[in-house]
């Protein structure tokens, strides 16, 4: 779990054989600049996805993000999957926040994101998203509310690679994984 630059915000971008999309390093620092303040994420058990998005807010909103604002339906962002009649959108899927001229999606996992498998599903439901070609997903460097630890980056770094790297499997989109928060030995 090293850190050569001495940052607690990581990123990794895939496919590895591209460079970062330059509009990666202005969303890595929104997240440098509110380090202190999304820290907690890491070991305070309620310190969820929603507060750490909601102190991020402004300096996403400043990048050109559309935001989500609260839990009603009419603060969440939608991304449509399918168009119906009359071209309304038949099915769609929230995301955190949303940057049309970048077609960048963004998530931001606190807590048990990992644990709870919400990486595996941010991955297909963006697949399946109309307008994003880029997909950021931030996780903790590390979640330590108790005795356990899960180092959701890392792990989160691991499955990307797999996916990434195989043959198999060919994502739609570019991917950039953040990790934020404390970086905590083992």
Not at 67 to 75: F, I, P
Not at 105 to 133: F, H, K, N, P, S
């Amino acid at each position: 779990m090293s850190n050569p630059s001495g940052r607690r915000t990581r990123f990794a971008t895939f496919p590895r054989t591209e460079p970062s999309s330059s509009f990666v390093h202005d969303i890595v620092s929104a997240f440098d600049r509110n380090a202190d303040a999304i820290a907690p994420a890491a070991t305070e058990d309620r310190f969820g996805s929603d507060r750490v998005l909601a102190l991020l807010r402004d300096d996403l909103v400043a990048l050109g993000f559309e935001v989500e604002a609260g839990k009603r339906r009419a603060d969440k962002i939608q991304r449509p999957v399918f168009f119906g009649d009359d071209g309304e959108p038949s099915l769609s899927y929230e995301i955190d926040a949303y940057n049309a001229d970048w077609r960048c999606g963004l998530e931001v996992e606190a807590g048990r994101g990992l644990l709870g498998g919400a990486i595996y599903r941010d991955l297909i439901q963006a697949m399946v998203m109309t307008g994003v070609d880029h997909l950021v997903v931030a996780l903790l460097n590390c979640y330590q509310p108790t005795k356990a630890k899960s180092t959701d980056f890392d792990k989160a770094k691991a499955i990307a690679a797999a996916l990434y790297g195989h043959r198999r499997v060919a994502l739609p989109f570019r991917l950039t994984l953040i990790g934020y928060g404390p970086i905590m030995q083992p």
